[in-house]
């Protein structure tokens, strides 16, 4: 079963960053929309299985996220019955412990 998948405010802001900084890179729009269309269909693929992402430990606790790895960045996600809630895209080399943190006491 397919289950949904749903992009935070956030994550979609993270998502134009991306764009950005892979702009930047290759000054290329063909470049950065296959890019970003990979990114996005490898979290599309997830949605069949979601609960077969990697999932993110903190002080040996399950901190109810996964995540997916995409060439440089990190892809957080929780999983509610059959939707999948993308809430981050983040470098994997950032302190994304620390901004999944900012994002969770934002929500609440």
Known sequence: MRNNVVYSKVALR?????????????LSSDVTDKYINDLLDKVEDKAAFPRSGSPLYYEDGFTGYYYIVFKAYLIFYRVNGN?????????GRSDYMRNLHLNIEMEL
């Open 14 to 26: 993270d998502l134009d960053r991306v764009w950005s900084e892979v702009y930047e890179a290759s």
């Open 83 to 91: 939707t999948m809630f993308v809430d981050r895209v983040l470098f």
